[in-house]
């Protein structure tokens, strides 16, 4: 299973649409995740067209975004539990914070955004996972989205610069 991870997109604030670039190199996912800060549900309706997706609100996200989706989600796929939420706070700090809000599930991965910073560390045995943003450079050196293989159990992640 291919999952492409995506965060911080804030849209149109940040770019007037995903980069086509971005949504030509997705064809073929399984599974899309957005991890908040859309800021406009737009965003939710283009990626339907290429996958199913699942995604949150982050603290940039107004009442229209925040009606429809969830502060976080639990997902299982195929062996493998995946928490999705956005994070907020000191971006220093935001590893300690998620693990905190998770400490009493079984996750296997956390995926969050808030920083613009691409993660993809273990920390006590939960892989902590930022794509950083498709649409802002301010705070990472380039763009960039996340993805995801889950197979049996089995998983790796890598960020891919846009």
């Known amino acids: 299973m291919k999952i ?3 965060s911080d997109t804030h849209i149109p604030d940040r770019a007037p649409m995903l980069p086509e670039e971005f949504l030509n190199k997705i064809k073929g996912a399984d599974l ?4 908040g800060d859309l800021v406009n549900l737009s ?3 283009q990626l339907k067209s290429i996958a199913p997706v699942k995604a949150v609100w982050g603290n940039m996200d107004g009442s229209k ?3 429809q989706l969830r502060q976080k989600e639990i997902i299982k796929l195929e062996g493998v539990t995946i928490g999705l939420i956005h994070g907020w706070g000191n971006p220093n700090n935001l590893i300690e914070v998620l693990k905190n809000e998770f400490k009493n599930e079984k996750i296997d991965i956390i995926i969050f955004g808030h920083s613009h910073r691409p993660v993809n560390t273990k920390s ?3 892989l902590f996972f930022n794509p950083g943003s498709l649409t802002d450079t301010f705070f990472s050196d380039f763009a960039s989205y996340g993805v995801i ?3 049996k159990n089995k998983y790796s992640a890598k ?3 846009l």
Do not use: G, T
Not at 32 to 35: G, K, R, S, V
């Open 65 to 67: 975004v925040k009606e």
């Open 149 to 151: 293989e889950i197979n």
């Open 43 to 45: 965003v939710i309706e």
């Open 4 to 6: 492409i991870v995506i």
């Open 159 to 161: 960020i891919e610069k």
């Open 124 to 126: 006590e045995n939960i």
């Open 32 to 35: 899309i995740l957005h991890a």
